[in-house]
């Protein structure tokens, strides 16, 4: 979906009259940030995550090729040993000066039951090699998360979702694992082995081990409709809860500053496919991005300028099996605060966000992100025993997100919100204990696989306390 190009091209005309300087003021802003030295001064390479927010210079790197070189590494490697996916978490989680595991050698499908549509997959499989993996044979995931470039395994450790009325998130569908402990032990664990293990270490942030093998409760392969329609944000707003029941998936995207949002719908179907298109959203996002810098001090003529832009702009359809529908490509970098809250704060909540944004930050313009998430029973599930409303704010990749944590969190965590593992929030031990139900006795289970703490870097030391 793009914006009518002809209003904005008419917008870029009022750099004649004075605009110029306030749209190269942004651009300053927006210059690319500094970057870590590639080396540091012990020879160590950097790593870094995808946004660019996290680094870190591990003296190994370990990539093993299967099971049993995973068990013989772990007792010996360097400490904190951390596990790495592709490093699309915002949050401290990776870094380590320690030992930098890579799951990418250990990715495939072991096995697969027709009849009970279970698929066990290795851990290191990446999200987007599993949707044609499991089409192969007739399965598919119940839901797939916005981006699918994550691994399994990192998606499980972090609560990685989709959305929909009773849908799941990724870990509520597991149905067994493999863990390979600290010590080397492998073990195996289900809901009816070992199954404190299980209940603790299904979403894990990397700190019971490392899993090697997942089996995933699937579903029979379905094609799927997917709409793309703007609609007003306050229509959208009041229709949410009605909208949320009636389609399979649904999600909106708020566009600040324009009075508009993106509704995203996924239904089954058995019309003809036509496949999506070429990806519009980055040009969309970059749009967008222009209208920012051309109107950020004049909010009402941003949005006058934006619904001209957006007038008259049709639906995008596309009908496909829905790994290929569900998730989308997302090449702009950006970090990102999202948080779960109890699905009746959801709407009251995002309100009070935009408000905020509109009011006091108006150097945003990326879009806020609104989901559903069904219960489930992992532990450590920021969807533990309630259905869930998400709320994610961005910023690009190279401009502050200091707002984030000044105009969103505070709302988030008033209305009782839990953050999503890898993306930022401020939280610590205390404030997990009170959040989580379960969260003591998911601890207990974590000391007794790691009793030396040997997955812990400093970030989880804090979580953990």
């Known amino acids: 979906m793009k914006l009518g190009r002809r209003a904005l091209l008419g917008g870029a005309g009022l750099l004649a009259l004075g605009f110029g300087g306030l ?32 680094h870190s210079y591990p003296v190994v790197r370990a990539a093993p090729a299967n099971e ?8 010996k490697a360097q400490t904190p040993v951390r596990p790495v996916g ?18 990418d050698r250990l990715s495939g499908l072991v096995r697969h039951d027709a ?95 490392v899993l090697s093998e997942v089996t995933l ?21 009041r229709q949410w809860p009605a909208l949320a029941e009636k389609h399979r998936n649904a999600e909106f995207l708020v566009l600040p500053f324009t009075g508009k949002s993106a509704l995203i719908t996924h239904d089954t179907t058995t019309e003809p496919v036509t496949p999506r298109g070429p990806d519009g959203d980055t040009d969309t996002l970059m749009d967008l991005k222009s209208l920012r810098d051309l109107f950020e001090f004049t909010p009402e003529l941003r949005r006058k300028a934006a619904q001209s832009a957006m007038a008259d702009i049709p639906p995008d359809i596309a009908i496909d099996e829905g790994w290929k529908l569900l998730s989308n490509e997302r090449p702009v970098r950006f970090k990102e605060m999202e948080y779960h809250l109890p699905i009746a704060e959801q709407v009251g909540v995002l309100r ?13 313009f990326f879009p806020i992100e609104a989901r559903i998430i069904a219960p489930d029973d992992a532990w450590l599930s920021p969807f533990y025993e309630r259905e869930s409303g998400s709320i ?23 209305a009782g919100g839990r953050p999503h593992w890898g993306k930022l929030h401020s939280l610590g ?16 289970v974590r000391r007794s696989v790691d009793p030396e703490g040997r997955m812990l870097n400093p970030f989880l030391k804090r979580i953990f306390g």
């Open 23 to 54: 749209a190269g003021r942004r651009m300053w802003l927006s210059r690319e940030p500094d970057l870590p030295e590639p080396i540091d001064t012990k020879g160590r390479a950097l790593w870094s995550n995808w946004a660019g927010n996290e």
């Open 68 to 75: 049993a070189e995973l068990a013989a590494l772990l007792p």
């Open 86 to 103: 592709s490093g699309h978490s915002f949050t401290a989680l990776v870094p380590t000066e320690g030992t930098l595991l890579s799951l």
């Open 115 to 209: 009849a009970s549509m279970t698929a066990t997959v290795r851990a290191g499989t990446k999200l987007s090699a599993l949707g044609p993996l499991l089409a192969g044979i007739g399965q598919e995931m119940p839901n797939l998360p916005d981006i699918n470039k994550q691994t399994l395994a990192g998606a499980l450790a972090t609560g990685t979702h989709g959305t929909g009325k009773g849908v799941k998130a990724i870990h509520g569908e597991v149905t067994a694992m493999r863990l390979v402990l600290p010590n080397g032990e492998v073990a195996e664990c289900s809901r009816d082995v070992r199954p404190e293990l299980f209940h603790a270490a299904r979403v894990s942030l990397g700190a019971f081990g």
């Open 217 to 237: 409760q699937n579903r029979p392969l379905e094609r799927v409709k997917k709409v793309v329609s703007l609609v007003d944000t306050d229509d959208m707003l």
């Open 352 to 364: 009070e966000i935009i408000r905020r944004i509109e009011s006091d930050a108006r150097g945003v």
């Open 392 to 414: 994610a704010v961005h910023a690009w990749y190279k401009e502050d997100h200091d707002w984030m944590y000044k105009l969103a969190e505070p709302v988030f965590r008033e």
């Open 429 to 444: 031990a205390q404030d997990f204990q009170r959040l989580y139900p379960q969260f003591a006795e998911a601890d207990a």
